[in-house]
């Protein structure tokens, strides 16, 4: 039986209330929950932070422009097939001759094609019914990826190349599967309709002080106070790459290591800004911001 508690979080990740009903609901439907949101809000980490929490398998793969239902479910290794298919003929022709060493295949046999068959995350994922399965950033895939799934994820199952073995689960034992999207492109309408599906917002200033008190339990509050000013002003300047969550933290751990009284100037000076910042473009116009308004960093003291 999978496992289908309600899961509302870990010492390192703040599940909200509406997130965790629709995590709890795909798990005991046995859907696959689909989070949308924009970059760095936690999509990503909820079913790692799952799966370490819960002791169970984590299967992940990161989708591409590149992506198909292949490298997703299995492939057939073809090339080693031949190669292995052609040291047994030479094995028999040295047999002939009277040679007594072999050329080795290793524990495969050409006569077993499942020796061949390489699965991929979704038929290791299948395989194991308390695992969990991460489809991160299904956005970024070509448009007939969505669409090739829908059979697999109605039907529960998936069946191997050439071999035809067939991998199986029921809805009560189907592994927990999270599908992450930056909404990069918008996804088929039939896609959603075989998930459960989720919008994250952005957290607001006092949850993300939570988030932080999980990830830096130790911080000093002046820091954070003072750094998440920083954070939430950028935000609100409409820049190219606003900065995420998991880009506040990176800078809050390097701070970490700086007296208090020094890294709530250099914060409120700005140091470090390329945690946050990503483009050029963006980091001229916090240079100009600065430049014309010599009070910022006296306002978050």
């Known amino acids: 039986m999978a496992e289908t508690s309600h899961w509302t979080g870990s010492e390192k990740y703040l599940c909200d209330p509406a997130l965790a009903q629709a995590f709890h609901m795909a798990r005991t439907l046995g859907m696959p929950l689909l989070i949308e949101g924009e970059p760095g809000t936690g999509k990503t980490e909820l079913p790692i932070h799952y799966a370490k929490d819960r002791g ?76 969990v399965l991460l489809i991160d950033e299904i956005d970024k895939a070509p448009r007939e990826f969505p669409n090739d799934l829908l059979y697999a994820l109605s039907h529960r199952k998936f069946i191997m190349p050439e071999s035809g073995e067939v991998i199986e689960v029921s809805e009560e034992d189907m592994p927990a599967i999270v599908i992450t999207s930056n909404r990069e492109q918008e996804l088929p309408t039939a896609f959603k309709g075989r998930c459960i599906y989720h919008y994250i917002d952005f957290p607001d200033q006092d949850t993300m002080n939570k988030i932080i008190d ?88």
């Open 56 to 131: 169970l398998d984590l299967e992940v793969y990161p989708v591409g422009s590149k992506s198909n239902v292949e490298q997703f479910v299995a492939r057939f290794d073809h090339v080693k097939y031949l190669r292995d298919s052609q040291i047994e003929i030479l094995n028999a022709q040295r047999e002939e001759k009277g040679l007594d060493s072999k050329l080795t295949t290793g524990d495969r046999d050409p006569d077993s094609l499942n020796d061949y068959v390489v699965k991929g995350p979704a038929a290791v994922a299948y395989s194991k019914p308390n695992s």
């Open 214 to 301: 999980k990830h830096h339990p130790k911080m000093d509050e002046k820091v954070v106070r003072v750094a998440l000013d920083v954070f939430y002003h950028l935000r609100r300047l409409g820049l190219e790459r606003a900065p995420t969550t998991r880009e506040i933290l990176n800078w809050l751990k390097y701070m970490s290591e700086i007296a208090p009284n020094e890294a709530v100037k250099k914060i409120a000076g700005l140091e470090g800004i390329g945690a946050l910042i990503k483009t050029q473009a963006d980091m001229e116009r916090v240079s100009r911001m600065i430049g014309a308004d010599e009070s910022f960093g006296a306002n978050l003291n």
